[in-house]
């Protein structure tokens, strides 16, 4: 384990439904982190958080709303989402934002599936 | 625009011999770079990290190199085993880019045959 939790491991939504991707970790971390793993592809950042300050938002649609209520916990709020949404999800988490010089340590994802 | 790219999509060997993946990159000036390694159905799992000025990191069976002339890091699994099966991804900061954030390859599947 690597410290960095996340639920449900698992989702399954219509395009109408309104679910959320929790994320959690006690490694004492300031940064926190969404990507996207679509098959085939490199994982795309979503979102950054720094002391529960959002620092970047990688053009992402607002369909995805991200949440950061302290240093420990993250959310994805998902809502109207589309069939082409569905992927793994990944939550990361790093001592710093400065994050290319210390390791960043995932959770194990949700696997989203939109039908 | 910037890329990073990864040999091929799988990587067979057979158990015992070294396996080699590369890492390639453009329009990038990383000061560092990590290889992790991710296994079907979960979250990528850190290994190495190197900087610009180290050419080479050593850990255990795995050896990283780093060279920013030609823009390559190659990583190597020494007296691979079967449960070095496994997706390998390499992953560079993009200060340049204004993003603090690790930006990663596809990465290459490797399987090593008993």
């Known amino acids: 384990e690597t410290g960095v939790t996340q639920t449900p491991r698992h989702l399954v939504m219509g395009m109408t439904n309104k679910k959320s991707l929790k994320c959690e970790q006690h490694?004492?971390?300031?940064?926190m982190y969404w990507y996207k793993q679509s098959a085939k592809k490199p994982l795309e950042l979503m979102f950054v958080?720094?002391?529960?300050?959002?620092?970047e938002n990688n053009s992402v649609p607002s369909r995805f709303s991200p949440e950061c209520p302290n240093s420990s916990h993250l959310f994805l709020h998902l809502h109207t989402l589309q069939p082409e949404d569905s992927a793994l999800y990944l939550c990361a988490s790093s001592p710093r934002t400065a994050i290319s010089d210390t390791e960043a340590f995932f959770g194990q994802g949700t696997r989203l599936t939109v039908v | 625009s910037q890329k990073i790219e990864q040999n091929s999509e799988a990587l067979n060997i057979q158990e015992g011999k070294t396996a080699t993946l590369t890492c390639n990159y453009t329009?990038?000036?990383?000061?560092?770079l990590q290889w992790y390694r991710q296994d079907p159905g979960r979250g990528p799992v850190f290994l190495l990290l190197i900087r610009e000025n180290e050419k080479e990191k050593r850990k255990e069976r795995l050896k990283v190199t780093f060279d920013t002339t030609l823009k390559q890091s190659l990583f190597h699994i020494t007296a691979s085993q079967p449960a070095d099966s496994a997706t390998y991804l390499c992953a560079l900061d993009a200060v340049d880019t204004g993003r603090r954030a690790l930006t990663f390859g596809s990465g290459t599947r490797l399987q090593v045959q008993p």
């Open positions: 490694l004492g971390h300031n940064a």
């Open positions: 958080y720094n002391f529960k300050e959002q620092t």
């Open positions: 329009n990038y000036s990383p000061a560092y």
